[in-house]
């Protein structure tokens, strides 16, 4: 086992740019989320995969947020034209099932700053 | 909105005492977990407690449930420094199968 990946740490771009955030789950687990969280909140749901398909998304996330899990492995996350409120810690994690009542393990997130 | 919210926001205490977390929700819930979060790091499962459980041990870790005041708290004994970190909770939200829903956390500070 060796843990929920993500890639990069740290991202810093300019407001209006596009990122990119992947996520390699731990390699058993078929249920992959994304999170988001800001300093002194909880993480916020963004969006749930089961293998490659996307089940559940956000009904806040707004249309420039997109995620993929192409062969139901790694994920990625794009924001389009980032504004400054994208700024967070986006997290992602893993489980093996069991719905909400599975625990999940997170990796260490990735940090966005946008200026 | 969050469902889960955590008291106190803030709790510094000295090593060896113990700590108490408290988590209010407003729904009914199926389970309810306890996570830590270190400062920058990503969040590790606690334990886990159904709604038809009362109590739960884990180590140094008691966790209660009372669905009655739809409550929870988190209890570690004999606190140590290394168990500085922000502790949240995490129900099931009442209109998915997949999400959990969060509280702000409580900071716990262990003084040496």
């Known amino acids: 086992d060796t843990g929920v990946s993500q890639n990069p740490r740290h991202k810093i771009t300019k407001r209006g740019q596009n990122v990119t955030f992947r996520c390699d789950p731990i390699s058993e687990h078929n249920r992959l989320y994304w999170y988001r969280q800001t300093l002194g909140q909880g993480p916020e749901f963004l969006t749930y995969?089961?293998?490659?398909?996307?089940?559940?998304k956000s009904r806040l996330l707004s249309d420039r947020f997109s995620a993929e899990r192409p062969k139901g492995s790694f994920s990625t996350l794009e924001i389009q034209r980032t504004e400054q409120g994208d700024s967070a810690m986006y997290l992602c994690?893993?489980?093996?099932?069991?719905?909400?009542?599975?625990?999940?393990?997170f990796g260490n997130g990735t940090r966005l700053t946008v200026t | 909105s969050q469902q889960g919210e955590e008291d106190p926001q803030a709790l510094s205490i000295q090593e060896g005492e113990n700590a108490t977390m408290n988590c209010s929700y407003k729904t009914s819930i199926n389970n309810l977990q306890w996570y830590r979060q270190n400062s920058g790091r990503g969040l590790v499962h606690l334990i886990l407690?159904?709604?038809n459980e009362r109590e739960k041990h884990s180590g140094r870790l008691r966790v209660t449930l009372d669905t009655s005041k739809k409550s929870s708290s988190l209890l570690i004994t004999a606190s140590r420094a290394a168990d500085t970190a922000s502790y949240f909770c995490a129900t099931d939200a009442p209109d998915s199968n997949y999400q959990l829903i969060w509280g702000a956390g409580t900071k716990l500070i262990i003084k040496p």
């Open positions: 994690a893993s489980s093996t099932g069991g719905g909400a009542g599975s625990p999940l393990h």
């Open positions: 407690i159904r709604s």
């Open positions: 995969f089961q293998n490659e398909a996307q089940l559940e």
